[in-house]
């Protein structure tokens, strides 16, 4: 079931089973999920932006500020997703155990956080650096079965998004076409929510 052979193991403790351990290449350009991240941790902070400013009475300065920071970070957006795609995407590893879910990104997802966060500071986006440092904190995670409170299921992409209790980060699960359904039905069997 691999298919992305770069990406760094996960480090499953010796006493758990494992049930589903799989590779996968996240394409960053066409990925709807990410898209979204995007408009969270740019779109809004702009509009907001562009919102406070407009009470200064500068209204059409205020819609242009909004407009052009959307627009400058969507080109840079744009243009890190080809580099991105173009080298492969990113690299993830995914294990499912008896006691829960594991994630590990590859070192070209770790790259482009220090990068979203080099770009933001650079940039002046408190956001933007923000969002890179949060990326850069998620890279290794854990959700064990007792601590979810939360799944979604994105059929159309095969990906399956597990939040655990307050303060875990959440997990994005990208599966394969021959384990989406086996992996969603395991998590739906242990989901009590």
């Keep these: 079931m691999d298919n992305n052979p770069k990406s760094e193991p996960v480090a499953v403790p010796m006493k758990e089973e494992v049930l589903f351990k799989w590779d996968h290449s996240i394409k960053m350009l066409f990925n709807p999920v990410l898209w979204g991240n995007f408009v969270a941790c740019f779109g809004i902070p702009a509009i907001l932006l562009g919102i406070g400013f407009s009470f200064t009475g500068h209204f059409q300065g205020a819609a242009l500020l909004a407009g052009g920071l959307i627009a400058f970070f969507g080109v840079i957006w744009f243009i890190t997703g080809i580099v991105i795609d173009i080298g492969g995407g990113f690299a993830a590893s995914f294990v499912i155990t008896s006691r829960g879910i594991y994630f590990s990104s590859g070192p070209g997802a770790k790259k482009a956080a220090d990068m979203a966060t080099l770009i933001g500071v650079l940039a002046g986006s408190l956001s933007g650096a923000g969002a890179g440092l949060l990326a850069r904190a998620e890279q290794d995670n854990a959700v064990e079965w007792e601590k979810i409170k939360k799944v979604k299921v994105r059929k159309g992409i095969r990906y399956i998004f597990v939040r655990g209790s ?14 989406f359904e086996p992996v969603l039905a395991l998590i739906q069997s242990k989901f009590k929510g």
């Design 166 to 179: 307050f303060g875990n980060k959440p997990i994005g699960l990208y599966c394969t076409k021959e384990n």
